[in-house]
């Protein structure tokens, strides 16, 4: 399905607007162009897993895979019912966004350690046009809401095309990706994960010809994600360790012998302190 837009991310007094266009050729290739508006230029192009993202301001691209993130609109499951060992599902009321008629779903959790839901999904075509992640109180953490929107445009590969591309030649290029494989054996493991949470990949992730490999391991419960991220410890890097949040973002820093263990996500701050807790290299 092709549609092309603009849509609004909120969270606290943080507001970004993004325009985006989405394309299916014909031979299934999922393409996408994302530009954020807001602030430092950004462009993201994503064809299937592949992502690339531009940043003409410090003239860096970056390359990674998609893997398990999902970016709006891109957030809801196959299955929304697949969620409910760990949510209560409930349909809301209908309503209109951005000019389209949706029905809405309120995924509220059973638990304290993830957060809530709200979902509005265009009822012709089942795509989503706003989430609300909300806190145990009902108070939105954050928000993305399509303002503009055309679905089904007869668009092609030019309008998804990067306009950075072109600019971008001598730029730095840093891949992300650098990994020795997806849900490879890391030589850490996660006792007691946080209830729901299964371990969905794990990899190495390289910090440059001078620095040993990062892991990384990423865990869901099928919506909410949770990212471990685990480096030797160096002192130019500080000595914090403890909680901190950045927008709708929680995190949570522990030394683990020579190791700084990193738990980052959209998930209350005591569900990261378990996780980072039960983490430890294999013996």
């Known amino acids: 399905m092709s549609y092309a837009g603009t849509f609004v991310y ?9 325009r985006i266009a989405h394309y ?16 430092s230029p950004r462009e993201v192009v994503r064809i299937n897993d592949e992502v690339r993202c531009y940043l003409p301001k410090e003239k860096i691209v970056i390359e990674d895979r998609r893997g398990s993130r999902k970016t709006f609109p891109s957030l809801l499951p ?10 209560a599902i409930k349909r809301g009321a209908s309503g209109r966004v951005a000019g389209f008629a ?8 059973k638990d304290g350690f993830r957060f809530g839901y709200v979902f509005w999904i265009e009822a012709q075509t089942g795509l989503l046009l706003k989430a609300r992640m909300v806190n145990e109180r009902g108070e939105a953490i954050e928000q993305f809401a399509f303002a503009q929107l055309e679905i089904g445009l007869p668009l092609s590969r030019e309008d998804v095309r990067s306009r950075m591309a072109a600019m971008s030649e001598g730029w730095a290029v840093h891949s992300a990706s650098t990994t020795t494989g997806q849900n490879v054996d890391v030589g850490w493991v996660a006792n007691a994960p946080v209830p729901g949470f299964r371990q969905i990949a794990g990899m190495r992730r390289s910090l440059g010809p001078d620095r040993p490999d990062m892991v990384h ?16 410890f160096r002192k130019e890097d500080g000595n914090f360790i403890g909680p901190m949040k950045h927008g709708a973002v929680n995190v949570f820093k522990r030394r683990v012998g ?11 701050p005591h569900s990261l302190l378990r996780m980072v807790e039960g983490v430890e290299q294999k013996r």
């Open 10 to 18: 909120q969270s606290g007094a943080n507001v970004e607007t993004s």
């Open 24 to 39: 299916v050729d014909a031979d299934g290739s999922s393409i996408e162009r994302l530009e954020v508006l807001d602030g």
């Open 78 to 87: 196959e299955s929304i019912n697949s969620l409910s060992e760990f949510y």
């Open 102 to 109: 949706t029905h809405s779903v309120l995924l509220e959790p």
């Open 217 to 232: 391991m990423v865990f869901s419960d099928g919506l909410a994600a949770i990212s471990v991220f685990i480096e030797p």
């Open 258 to 268: 020579n190791f700084i263990v990193t738990a980052l996500g959209e998930v209350p």
